[in-house]
């Protein structure tokens, strides 16, 4: 009789042992899941454009960015998203900001974008989700891993100051335009 209690109780400290580490990893597991904090300095990444260029956040040091991730090429939202982006562009330019997209997608499909789109901003090819990962921004659709529609707005010093998280791609620019003049005059 004790050698089958002794033989029932060894499982169920196994499966007790198990839970207890799935607890206590859970948080370092799911860590790369959470966006980075604002007032953080924004991860670093280098990326392949549209024009086939490595592009790399540092090299917007001295500028505002505007670092938005989307799901896919040629879906209606970020088509939308995108036009909205280059339509307004000027504005943006005029706030010494730059606009940086980034997808899942590949190099060739953001190429065929962009002509099709008549895009003139940089969108960057984040085929194997370590950018996307990084900033917490991926979401499953249709089965698929795919960046999720954030927006992270890096100050000159390469500092996040906002985060927007799934956004209306069809007000969204406007509510960056909108937020930029005062992040920038509080960033003096």
């Known amino acids: 009789m004790n050698n089958s209690r002794s033989n029932l ?21 799911h860590a790369a899941d959470q ?3 604002v007032g953080s300095a924004a991860p670093d ?10 592009v790399s956040l540092r090299d917007f040091r001295g500028k505002w ?8 090429d040629f879906t209606t939202g970020c088509t939308i998203e995108a036009h909205n982006f280059q339509r307004d562009l ?21 190429k065929e974008f962009c002509t099709k789109e008549g895009l003139s901003f940089k969108l960057l090819a984040d085929s194997d989700k370590q950018v996307v990962n990084t900033y917490g921004s991926t979401q499953t659709f249709n089965g698929n891993v795919v960046a ?23 007000k969204h620019s406007e509510e960056l335009l909108a937020a930029l003049p005062s992040l920038q005059q509080a960033g003096k």
Do not use: C, W
């Open 9 to 29: 109780a060894r499982p169920i400290l196994y499966l007790f042992f198990g839970m207890a580490l799935l607890l206590l990893a859970y948080p370092i597991l």
């Open 65 to 72: 960015v505007v670092l938005y991730f989307y799901p896919k």
């Open 90 to 110: 000027a504005q943006y330019e005029q706030k010494n900001t730059v606009i940086l997209g980034v997808s899942v997608d590949t190099v060739d499909s953001h």
């Open 35 to 37: 966006p980075p904090a």
């Open 45 to 54: 990444f280098k990326l392949t454009s549209q024009e086939g260029t490595q």
């Open 148 to 170: 999720a529609r954030n927006t992270f707005i890096i100050n000159p010093q390469g500092v996040i100051v906002k985060e927007y998280i799934k956004v209306d791609p069809t």
